[in-house]
């Protein structure tokens, strides 16, 4: 199975800066057909995660574009500008790429 | 809009079954895969295999395989998975979502399961 490690585990950031999680892969995520399957996801406390970024770099419907990410074929980052209230959660890599489809194990991001 | 809802909490023994259940509606039900995952602290997020909606075919991770069943219900645009010979390490919630191009956009509230005696 493809393993994704995220870093750091914990962040804390002051509202209004910024926030950047890193996810690297065990295999390159780069498919045949030239997508990058690199998905990125938030579960706010006490709710369903949420899609955020598909394919490395497409940010899903309804979410703002302070959010951002960019990657190799096996290193990613996700960028949050401007943290607000709401961005609070835990933030997860995940991939698509094969079968088992994983997940990182997760990013916690507070408020300072 | 889009829903996927789910069946309610479960407590169960240790070696029987529970079947839970993820009723879907604003779209094709027959449209798109539904996936199942399964969230603990300690494991984080796994996905447990997925289900063609149309035909009832399953893809299953090896892990689970033996463990849980997918079946679907088209008349009640229903998708449901069964859990077998439970254990406490199978307490979890467990999430059903809707496979689409840009991956899993929509997902169900979650069901916690309990495994005790």
């Known amino acids: 199975d493809i393993v994704l490690t995220q870093a750091p585990l914990s962040v804390s950031v002051t509202p209004g800066e910024s926030a950047s999680i890193s996810c690297r892969s065990s295999k390159s995520l780069l498919s045949s057909k030239g997508i990058t399957s690199l998905y990125w996801y938030l579960q706010r406390p006490g709710k369903s995660p949420q899609l955020l970024i598909y394919q490395m770099s497409n940010l899903a419907s309804g979410v703002p574009d302070r959010f951002s990410s960019s990657g190799s074929e096996t290193d990613f980052t996700l960028k949050i500008s401007k943290v607000e209230t709401e961005d609070v959660g835990v933030y997860y890599c995940g991939h698509r790429l094969e079968y088992p489809y994983t997940f990182g194990a997760g990013t916690k991001l507070e408020l300072k | 809009q889009v829903q996927l809802q789910q069946s309610g909490a479960e407590l169960a023994k240790p070696g029987s079954s529970v079947k839970i259940s993820c009723k879907a509606s604003?779209?094709?039900?027959?449209?798109?895969?539904i996936s199942w995952i399964k969230q603990t602290t300690g494991q984080g997020l796994e996905y447990i295999g997925y289900i063609n909606t149309g035909s009832g075919g399953t893809n299953y991770n090896e892990k689970f395989k033996g463990k849980a069943t997918l079946t679907v219900d088209k008349s009640s645009s229903t998708a449901f998975m069964q859990l077998s010979s439970l254990t406490p390490d199978d307490s979890a919630v467990y999430y059903c979502?809707?496979?689409?191009?840009?991956?899993?956009?929509?997902w169900g509230q979650g069901v916690m399961v309990t495994v005790s005696s």
């Open positions: 604003g779209y094709t039900f027959t449209s798109y895969y």
């Open positions: 979502a809707r496979e689409g191009d840009i991956g899993t956009r929509y």
